[in-house]
């Protein structure tokens, strides 16, 4: 199994939403596999001395404020030319080991680990979907969603790289929130609508959202068009205490 989460992430993700929000200071993208069961894992805590860090920002790199880490995404408008969604290979079995990206998300995210059978079939556990605070205990209701929708990165950048590239963002497993483990009803609410078009629906979510959503912009050097980057600048000002960590992908 690709080492990539170290605790478990349902208690750590309501919690540090819930403090790393501070309210006073449809295309459609599903990346389901009901037939195969996936995985993910636990968020990093925040370093010693820092403000809360949102859960799942990639780790390394120097901590920023939301609005600095913003401000970093690259100016550009979109371009949806040419867009397939199998320019994008996903959900591989990069290390052998007979469990497929999916699986890896959903056994590292699980708050109840599941058994796992022949061919990483996934049975039991239990996984809390943070974009709704939903408890789900069937791998088939959950969707591995890209953080960044494909459709998304193809129109920031993503339609200039090779298939290589293209096929290792859609398995990033070695970045924290790169892919996360949520309920069917709101990934494919989501689509591949960018923040100013879609939130997740529980308000404990929304930092941790703004932050994974520009940790991953960051992380692969996309681009943010004008609507973007004026909706995120919004939503922002009340995630006045979250911080931003990533490593951009090599």
């Known amino acids: 199994m690709t080492a990539r989460r170290l605790a478990p992430i349902a208690a750590i993700l309501v919690a540090a939403s819930l403090a790393a929000c501070n309210p006073s200071a449809a295309k459609t993208e599903s990346d389901s596999k009901p037939s195969t069961p996936a995985t993910s894992a636990g968020a990093p805590s925040a370093p010693t001395g820092s403000p809360s ?123 924290e929130r790169s892919l996360v483990a949520v309920t069917a009803k709101t990934n494919r609410s989501k689509a591949d609508k960018d923040p100013s078009e879609w939130m997740p629906p529980a308000e404990s979510a929304k930092c941790t959202y703004l932050a994974d959503w520009t940790a991953t912009k960051l992380r692969w050097k996309l681009t943010a068009d004008d609507k973007e980057r004026t909706a995120l600048e919004k939503l922002a000002g009340d995630c006045s205490d979250t911080v931003v960590k990533y490593e951009v992908a090599p």
């Open 53 to 175: 860090a949102a859960p799942g920002a990639p780790a390394g790199g120097s901590g920023l404020s939301l609005a600095e880490a913003i401000a970093k995404i690259p100016a550009a408008d979109e371009n949806r030319t040419g867009y397939k969604r199998d320019s994008f290979r996903h959900w591989v079995d990069e290390d052998s080991d007979g469990c497929s990206t999916r699986s890896e998300v959903l056994l590292a995210e699980a708050t109840k680990k599941p058994e796992q059978g022949a061919k990483c079939v996934l049975t039991g556990g239990e996984w809390l979907s943070y974009y709704d605070e939903v408890t789900v205990t069937d791998a088939k209701k959950l969707d591995i969603d890209h953080m960044v929708p494909l459709a998304e990165a193809w129109d920031s950048g993503a339609s200039a790289w090779d298939s290589d590239r293209r096929m290792r963002y859609a398995n990033d497993l070695d970045a």
